[in-house]
């Protein structure tokens, strides 16, 4: 049995995202609208888009979207669908899907039972076999290189709001079995960060075998140290084909004046936290004179990608990004068995 999550650069059947629910946002709910619309539609002019959408908000979804995504009615909780979906692979020439143990964050969001059923739901809509885990976990915790090395954090993998008493050998063993990864590269990660408990896909991602990109936080900002500490734990490090890994630095976007739209969940300030499509980047604007230096420095990492801006100044308020609320659904091609 051959298993492997591929990259998230690898060619995509299509993208998963999730709709937001009034519920969680209030009088903000059109304003996160128009910024989910705008990703949806940002994303699916370089590969086809399904938008998965509680019935009672499935007649605003079609509305907004028009004829260019598909809108799948399903019961949710909350539309962060990289952390409630499932993680893609690929075994022996199959599309498969392992579904993680939901929890809501750790319990951050105590309303999951809808949530936690996605996972089985996209996986059966796919056609993929399951991956059943036990391990709580989210997709925006993890970050592969499809050659067999994962990148991710300490705090959201032996957080005992998830894996009470994990031992990183466990841990290790499961991510195998589950995306046949050989490496495992661990960072520290971030105590400060509400209900993700430091997700790696705001600081940290591959843009190709034995190269990463970094995000740095402001030097006179509140993460400074927590930033630190996970740069020098990722430098040196070695790929699973024993390569060193060259990183790549930028910067986050520089602290708005706000207010969060959840609450303790922050504002999301991550440039990392873009999605890779089929030909193309979509990536956020913050509306900050950073966002050009941010653009640049992601399109030299990416060379022959078209690079999509999309506001998220309201969705950022949610306390994630544009990565947060994607889903990429490998291409598996005929006959690769």
Known sequence: MARRMPAEWEPHRR??????????????????????????????????????????????????????????????????????????????????????????????????????????????????????????????????????????????????????????????????RTLGVSKVIWLPGSDQEFGTDGHIDGMACFV???????????????????????????EGQTDAQGRAIEIIYMDEAPAPHRANRRGDWGYCLSYVNFYIANGGIVMPRYGVPQDDAARDIIAGAFPGREVVQVDITTLAGGGGGIHCITQQEPLIPAGAA
Request: hydrophobic share 50%; charged share 20%.
């Open 15 to 176: 993208c998963w995202m999730g709709w937001p629910l009034p519920a969680l946002w209030g009088r903000d709910l059109d304003a996160v609208e128009r910024d989910y619309a705008a990703v949806a539609h940002a994303v699916a002019r370089f590969e086809p888009v399904v938008m998965l959408v509680d019935p009672s908000a499935a007649a605003r979804a079609r509305a907004l979207l028009g004829d260019g995504v598909e809108v799948v009615d399903v019961p949710m909780n909350d539309a962060w669908l990289r952390d409630s979906g499932p993680s893609f692979a690929e075994e022996d020439g199959r599309l498969s899907a392992v579904t993680w143990r939901f929890n809501g964050w750790g319990g951050a969001n105590p309303e999951f039972a809808a949530d936690a059923a996605l996972g089985a739901f996209v996986a059966a809509r796919a056609g993929a076999g399951r991956i059943p885990s036990a391990l709580a976990m989210e997709g925006g915790a993890i970050a592969v290189d499809g050659a067999g090395t994962l990148m991710m954090t300490d705090t959201v993998a032996f957080n005992a709001n998830r894996n009470p008493g994990l031992s990183r050998d466990l841990a290790e063993a499961e991510f195998a």
């Open 208 to 234: 190709r075998p034995g190269i990463a990109l970094y995000e740095r936080a402001a030097p006179d900002g509140p993460s400074h140290a927590i930033s630190e500490a996970n740069r020098q734990a990722l």
